[in-house]
C-alpha cells in the first residue's frame, strides 16, 4: 500500500509563506506523478499542482499560477509545494496524491492520498 506523508500545514497571514511537504516510499517517488490538491469546507477537492516523475514537467492550476510552485527532492523521496502570497481563499486542506489514471486535474483519477493538512490563511 502507497503511503503518503504531509506536514507544514498552518496558520499564516495574508501575503505569507508556507512549505507543505509529502514523503513516500523510493518506489512510488521514482515511479509516478505526484500532486497536490486542496478542499475548502462545503466545496469539492480541486487540483492545485502536479509534477511528472521524470521532474521534467509541471501542472498548476490558474488560480495558483505564479505563487505556488511544486517540486521533488530524489534525496528525501518528497515533494513540496512552496505557496507564496498566500490569499484567504488558499486557506484549506491540502492533500498529496500519487499515482493518477491519466487527467491530472482530476481527483478522481488519483489512486492514493495522504491524509492531509490543515492550512489556513488569516488576516
Known amino acids: 500500500q502507497v503511503q503518503l506523508v504531509e506536514s507544514g500545514g498552518g496558520l499564516v497571514q495574508i501575503g505569507g509563506s508556507l512549505r507543505l511537504s509529502c514523503t513516500t516510499s523510493?518506489?512510488?517517488?521514482?515511479?509516478?506523478?505526484m500532486g497536490w490538491f486542496r478542499q475548502a469546507p462545503g466545496k469539492e477537492r480541486e487540483f492545485v499542482a502536479a509534477?511528472?516523475?521524470?521532474?521534467?514537467?509541471?501542472f498548476y492550476a490558474d488560480s495558483v499560477k505564479g505563487r505556488f510552485t511544486i517540486s521533488r527532492d530524489i534525496v528525501e523521496n518528497a515533494v513540496y509545494l512552496q505557496m507564496d502570497s498566500l490569499k484567504p481563499e488558499d486557506t484549506a486542506v491540502y492533500y498529496c496524491?500519487?499515482?493518477?489514471?491519466?487527467?491530472?486535474?482530476?481527483?478522481?483519477?488519483?489512486?492514493?492520498w495522504g491524509q492531509g493538512t490543515q492550512v489556513t490563511v488569516s488576516s
Open positions: 523510493p518506489r512510488t517517488f521514482s515511479t509516478y506523478p
Open positions: 496524491a500519487a499515482d493518477p489514471a491519466g487527467n491530472y486535474y482530476d481527483p478522481g483519477d488519483w489512486g492514493d
Open positions: 509534477i511528472s516523475y521524470s521532474n521534467r514537467q509541471t
